[in-house]
């Protein structure tokens, strides 16, 4: 009995292993029929050796009998995608480039590389690591530099770099849902809207727009510009007939404390003060549109409205005959003269307290700070982090042919005019151009429009435009194209180009069913289930800006561990404990190919029938 198992074990594997190498030419055919083109004008894209994990499960799936599974798993890991280096050393990483770039140009196929190594690269997150600093990434760009040598390549540099600076990790937890993309209006009901065709501004900052900060808060036209008038010495002492003043105030004034009176003035000073405070939040917050990927609205409410503020007349209410015998201030030289001291006065009185200094950061100083086009530097790590891309581009794109694409995140990540003054302070006018989606899943759609506004937006720019003034992807289409027709170079070639990642995006971004909603933290971006593999690798896209739809994100490999703002190890979505990032995810693997669009086919038709 033993031995016939044994017989049937050994016929099945050899049933498996020889069918596997028949599924393969119809599956890979099928799998980048789009990218097969012989034409000198389209680049035949590389395909990388797969993962030894994604091997083993395509074995396995062939052991139990599913072939169909097993087919298209083998389909996706066989066509053309990027090859990721960010953890090896310049040694290691030189001879890895150079054996990649070698390969592919024995195939006559184009690589593309992803270098990941940016010191704090994912804020610590999941992907966490990167260079040790300035100096060693350097080294390291310069090691792939040399790896790379004159072959021809197209490189996707720093995924994130760019959409998340260590300004952005304040946060920190790296959240896929952002006010853009929380916050974006239906499109019909925007193009419907008179108001949309006559206030760009007003589409373009829908959560200015929303904030109660903004809407509701009369702080900057009610609050004082100056300290009220001290009392008059000369004036009757006699307290008003119906105060205005609350229980509270009534009581405070009737202290018998010597120093009650400065105190007052010192807390009328102190409201004022507070109140230029709340109009320079009130002027940067409408500012600073969507800049972070997890700028909620923490501080949409402002605790010190002038609306819940005393007014300050009430604060400096006349003093009772009691509180003004003990304790009688004397009034400012450049109001009054001075009087002569008495007996019941002493001869120095403590002075009056000094007038507030300006608020060093207020919107008109904001307006003169520096070049628009570019975004303040608040912080070594930001600065250093522009120091390091730009290092890069200039290294790389003097190989010649080498295509550097800068990181721009995708379209429910960065408003239009949040990212290009990023990619304009990292070098995008030496770099070939930018690259959108990068292990995410915005759809082709979204993607292509929001790709042209921000290559729109950058060439207004390079002809002195300011790029708050671009169009947005929030405004209305109608609105978006007059905009265009209006500031847009009709060539393209004097515009920049961009790649997208179509690896995970065949059924789009993930939302949430509202029972996940209970986690702190939902984190979208992060292993959503039921995705599907997007449109195949090609460099023929039919679009004058688009070089190629790549596969840059290598489909089956985790995303991280996916806590979601829980303390694990499970991810509490797919109840179960995901792979570290990079890792295979055999269970992420098949929902990829079961849910493509447009889908796999694992056979190939016979022509005729």
Known sequence: MRKRRKILTVSTAVVAAATLPLLISPVVSAAVSEDDDESPRVARLYAPPPDRDSYRQVARLA???????SAGLLAMVRTPHAVWYGDETPEQVTRLVRRTTRSAGWQERLPVLALYNIP????????????DGLAAYQEWIDAVAEGIGDREVMVVLEPDSLALLPSDCADASNAE???VEAQRPEQTAAEESPAAEES???EESPAAEESPAVKESPAVEASPTELPPLPDPDASTAPPAASAASGADEEAAQSTDAQSTDAQSTDAQSTDAQSNGAQSTDAQSNGAQSTDPKSTDPKSTDPQSA?????ASELLAPMPPEALEAAAPEPAASQSPAPEPSAEQPGTLPELPPLPTPDPVTPEDASDTGDLDTPVVEDPETAARYSEINYAVDVLSALGNASVYLDAGHSGWHSVSSIVPRLIKAGIDRATGFALNVSHYQT??????????VSSCLAYADEGGDPEDCAEQSWSRRHARRWLRHHVPDDPARMKHYVTDTSRNGQGPWTPRAATHRHSDVQSWCNPPGRGLGRRPTTRTGEALLDAALWVKTPGQSDGRCLRGTDGPLDPVRGTVNPEAGEWFPEQALELVRYADPAVSVFRRTHGR
């Open 63 to 69: 052991w139990r009998g599913d072939f169909r599974d």
């Open 120 to 131: 704090g690269r994912d804020c610590g997150s999941y992907s966490s690591g990167g260079a």
């Open 177 to 179: 849902e952002t006010a």
């Open 200 to 202: 760009p501004a007003a």
């Open 307 to 311: 609306g819940s503020r005393p007014a």
């Open 444 to 453: 082709d759609q979204d993607s292509a429009w929001y790709g042209r506004l």
